[in-house]
């Protein structure tokens, strides 16, 4: 995305990065801009940093709207369960009806637009697992319009484990999904997984490492030469799948997030609606999990449970002591977990001390198996421990 930089330009967006206020980030985004040169191998990158400024004036607005009315409003929820969903969408989309229909949680459900306000959460369990939902207040149509809360359902986002996307299936899924996607992007946020991404941590000393993935088209010297010329002297480059230099530069201007995420057209129950969700079915590029659901009808709520736990590719694992029964409550782990996550989610002395491990699939009366650390474990799977 980031093509020929002047080297001005690559060291103020260095003092961008090492800027903590916001308003002196702004003011050196701004500088940065003016640096920028202006032709088609910098439209993303001058759209992302513009997109940057609003979000940040956007939300020295929204807390100082919170400081005049002297009360403060929490903007990222505490994670609780095992995983935390975020249901994000446009008002009047249904996510209050859906967190309602879900969970125990009581949020104001009305025909009136914005009525959710801030973050709302609610607790659901399928076999074992606990998800919390979280509703999150509306996207708007364009940023900003409206309320000054867009940044703090971006930021919900970010935080999240997993993103349930609302559509309403009584007026346009299509463009909606296509907006808020739009959306997300913007604020580099996935909701597909992509071919590799990079992460890059900033370290005091060390030098520059590069560590996993694959670089399809330059070398580990150039990664190096492209960082210095950011004044990044030490830095750990962690790189997910196969990514090229430019995805590389881009990261540097923000990393981009996968989220594992599902679509969830409301008021299927209504005429018209099961068309449309074909339509939308049909339209999407990617293999994400659409369910038509109605919160009047109950229809596809059941969906909802087991869908999060595919795209967020969790299994359960069971621990029991020698001698005794398995625990009833499992381990939340991802697929490719091993049992010495096991070990070191129980206690780190157990896998300091391990032998060897016990493992039965799927039910106690099925016959054992002698493991060790490296063991991949499988959902359902029962583990016993033993030390030495």
Request: charged letters at 30%; glycine letters at 8%; proline letters at 5%.
């Given at each position: 995305m980031v093509?020929?930089?002047?080297?001005?330009a690559k060291i103020k967006w260095a003092e961008v990065v090492a800027a903590k206020d916001p308003r002196e980030k702004i003011r050196l985004m701004r500088e940065f801009l003016a640096l920028c040169p202006k032709h088609k191998g910098t439209e993303k990158l001058i759209a992302h940093v513009k997109r940057r400024i609003a979000q940040l004036e956007d939300e020295l607005e929204y807390i100082r709207?919170?400081?005049?009315?002297?009360?403060?409003?929490?903007?990222?929820?505490?994670?609780?369960?095992?995983?935390q969903a975020v249901i994000i969408g446009y008002t009047k989309s249904g996510r209050s009806s859906l967190l309602s229909a879900l969970t125990n949680a009581k949020p104001e459900i009305s025909d009136r637009p914005f009525t959710t306000l801030k973050p709302i959460p609610g607790m659901l369990t399928y076999n074992g697992v606990r998800i919390q939902l979280i509703e999150a207040p509306p996207l708007t149509r364009k940023f900003g319009e409206g309320c000054s809360r867009g940044f703090t359902t971006l930021n919900l986002a970010r935080t999240a484990d997993c993103l349930i996307i609302m559509v309403d299936l009584s007026d346009d899924p299509v463009r909606d999904f296509t907006e808020i996607v739009s959306e997300l992007r913007e604020a580099r946020i996935l909701v597909e997984e992509p071919r590799g991404y990079v992460e890059i941590e900033?370290?005091?000393?060390?030098?520059?490492?590069?560590v996993g993935g694959r670089i399809v088209d330059s070398t580990i010297d150039d990664i190096k030469k492209l960082l210095m010329s950011y004044r990044i002297s030490s830095a750990i480059v962690r790189i997910h799948g196969e990514v090229t230099l430019d995805d590389i530069e881009d990261s540097l201007f923000g990393s981009y997030q996968y989220k594992?995420?599902?679509?969830?057209?409301?008021?299927?129950?209504?005429?018209?609606?099961?068309?449309?969700?074909?339509?939308?079915?049909?339209?999407?590029?990617?293999?994400?999990?659409?369910?038509g659901v109605s919160c009047v009808t109950g229809e596809g709520l059941d969906l909802i449970a087991p869908s999060i736990l595919g795209v967020m590719k969790i299994i359960r694992v069971y621990t029991k002591k020698p001698g005794n029964p398995p625990d009833p409550k499992p381990i939340v782990l991802r697929e490719g977990s091993t049992v010495g996550d096991v070990a070191s989610i129980i206690h780190t002395e157990l896998k300091e001390k391990f032998r060897y491990a016990r493992v039965w699939s799927g039910s106690i009366e099925a016959n054992s198996m002698r493991v060790g650390l490296n063991y991949r474990l499988r959902d359902g799977d029962i583990v016993e421990i033993h030390t030495g």
């Open positions: 093509t020929n930089l002047p080297i001005r709207r919170v400081k005049a009315r002297s009360r403060h409003e929490s903007l990222v929820i505490e994670k609780s369960g095992d995983i900033r370290t005091d000393t060390g030098g520059i490492r590069v594992p995420s599902i679509v969830v057209g409301s008021k299927i129950d209504l005429p018209g609606a099961r068309m449309r969700l074909e339509k939308l079915k049909k339209s999407l590029t990617s293999n994400l999990h659409v369910i």
